[in-house]
C-alpha cells in the first residue's frame, strides 16, 4: 500500500485506506473516562498506545501514513520513524466522521449504529470538562487575576483615600495640604488620631521628623477644624485602618505578581517589566493569545477605542496603548514616542512567542535590543520635525469659504 490514514474516533483508532475502507483497528476500551482521556492527549499532540500498535503492525506494508495533526504525525516520525504526510482534514477523516455509527458497530464497539450516540454524549461532557480544568490551570490565568485584582484595589483604595481625607478634614484640615502621601495620611489618622496628639516625638516615631514635623505640630496647635468625638474619631480610623490593609494587600500582590511573570514568561518580563508584561496578557486574554499577535497589534492593545474611532472617522491611528505605560516611551520626547513604541512592541511579541512556545531565556539579549535600538533613535531624531506649512488661501478661511 502506498498511504493509509490514520484517524482517531471515539470508538479507536482507524487505519484507512484510498477508498475509504477501514483495513485495521486499534479499539478504544468502553469506557467514558478513559476515551475522553486518550482524545484528549490526541488533541495535545500526543500519539496514544493504540496509534503506535496500529502504526506497527502496519509499518511493512504501508510506505506513509497520513495524519489530520501536526503535531501527532511529527511524533509519529520521531517515535517510529515512519514517513508521515499531514492533511486536515482528510478525506478518510471526513468519511468516517460521517459514518461513525456504522463504523462503530462494524469494529465491534457498539452492538448498534445507534449506540454510539450515548457513548459520544458522555465522552464530549468528560471532554469538555477536562478542557476547562486544564483551561483554569494555566499560570497565566492566575497572572490575569492578580493584575485585574491590583487595578480593582487601586480604584477601591483611591475611594477610600478620598473619603478619609474629606472626613478627617472636618477635624485637621490643614494636615491635607502637607501631607501629599495617603499611606502616610492613613499612618497618622491610624497611629495619632485626634490633632491634640500630635507633636515631635510621636511623629518621629512614625518616621516624619524636621522641618514637615514641626509645621504639622504648629498647626495641629492654631488648626481651624471641629472637634470629634471618641466614637466618631474610631468610625473615622477603622477607615483609615482598612485604607492600610488594602494597601499591605496590593504591596503582597505586587510582590507576587513578580514572581509569577519570572515563572510563567520571563522574556516578556524582561522587556516590558512585570506590571506592563502582565496587563499585556490580560488585555489579549492569555499568554499563548497573546504571542499569536502580530507586534502592530501589540502596539495598540488598550487603545481600542481610539483604534476604531480612527477606523470609522479618519482621524489619526493611536501610536500606542497600554505600552505607554512603559518608562522609556512615556519620558521620550513626543516626537519620538511612535517609533519608540513600534520598537518595544515588536520586542513584546518576539518574547511572548518565545515564553509561550519555546521556554528559553533571552530577555535580556532582547533588552539589550531594545535600549540600542531606543539610543539610535534618540540620536537621530534629537530634534522635532518640521511641521509642514500651510499656504495663504490654500484652506477655509473664518467664514467658512474658500
Known amino acids: 500500500m502506498e498511504e493509509l490514514s490514520i484517524v482517531d474516533s471515539i470508538a479507536g483508532i482507524l487505519a484507512v485506506d484510498k477508498g475509504n475502507r477501514v483495513i485495521d483497528k486499534a479499539v478504544f476500551p468502553k469506557d467514558p473516562v478513559k476515551i475522553a482521556e486518550k482524545i484528549a492527549r490526541i488533541e495535545a499532540g500526543s500519539l496514544v498506545e493504540e496509534a503506535e500498535q496500529l502504526i506497527q503492525r502496519l509499518r ?33 477523516g471526513e468519511y468516517v466522521r460521517s459514518n461513525l455509527g456504522d463504523i462503530a458497530a462494524a469494529i465491534g464497539f457498539v452492538e448498534k449504529p445507534g449506540d454510539v450516540f450515548s457513548v459520544m454524549r458522555e465522552v464530549s461532557t468528560i471532554l469538555t470538562k477536562l478542557r ?32 478619609m481625607r474629606e472626613w478627617y478634614g472636618l477635624h485637621f484640615p490643614e494636615m491635607s495640604r502637607l501631607i501629599d ?45 471641629g472637634m470629634l468625638n471618641e466614637g466618631d474619631m ?12 488594602a494597601s499591605r494587600l496590593r504591596c503582597h500582590f505586587v510582590d507576587r505578581m513578580e514572581t509569577l511573570m519570572e515563572e510563567v514568561s520571563p522574556n516578556l ?29 501589540v502596539q ?29 516611551i512615556h519620558k521620550a520626547p513626543r516626537w519620538q514616542r511612535g517609533k519608540i513604541s513600534r520598537v518595544l512592541a515588536a520586542k513584546a511579541a518576539i518574547a511572548a512567542r518565545i515564553d509561550a512556545f519555546t521556554g528559553s531565556y533571552i530577555g535580556e539579549k532582547l533588552k539589550a535590543d531594545l535600549e540600542k535600538r531606543i539610543s539610535e533613535i534618540g540620536e537621530k531624531y534629537k530634534t522635532p520635525p518640521k511641521r509642514p506649512q500651510r499656504f495663504k488661501g490654500s484652506g477655509r478661511g473664518k467664514g467658512g469659504k474658500s
Do not use: W
Request: charged letters at 25%; a positive charge.
Open 132 to 163: 476547562v480544568k486544564a483551561a483554569a490551570s494555566k499560570r497565566d490565568q492566575i497572572v490575569i487575576q492578580m493584575i485585574n485584582s491590583i487595578d480593582e484595589l487601586d480604584k477601591i483604595m483611591n475611594l477610600l483615600a478620598g473619603r
Open 234 to 245: 474610631a468610625a473615622l480610623q477603622s477607615l483609615s485602618h482598612l485604607y492600610m490593609e
Open 300 to 328: 495598540v492593545l488598550g487603545a481600542e477605542k481610539a483604534l476604531f474611532r480612527s477606523l470609522k472617522t479618519g482621524t489619526r491611528p493611536p501610536k500606542h496603548g497600554i505600552i505607554f505605560q512603559h518608562h522609556l
Open 181 to 225: 502621601s495617603h499611606d502616610t495620611y492613613a499612618k497618622l489618622v491610624t497611629e495619632l488620631g485626634l490633632r491634640e496628639n500630635f507633636n515631635l516625638e510621636a511623629l518621629e516615631r512614625l518616621g516624619i521628623a524636621g522641618e514637615k514635623a514641626r509645621r504639622l505640630v504648629e498647626v495641629a496647635g492654631s488648626s481651624l477644624g
Open 60 to 92: 511493512k506494508h504501508c510506505k506513509r501514513f497520513i495524519f489530520e495533526s501536526e503535531a501527532v504525525a511529527a511524533n509519529a516520525r520521531k517515535t517510529l520513524k515512519v514517513k508521515v504526510k499531514v492533511s486536515k482534514p482528510s478525506e478518510a
Open 269 to 297: 518580563k524582561a522587556v516590558t517589566g512585570a506590571t506592563l508584561g502582565a496587563r499585556l496578557i490580560a488585555l489579549a486574554g492569555g499568554l499563548e493569545r497573546l504571542s499569536r499577535f502580530p507586534a502592530s497589534t
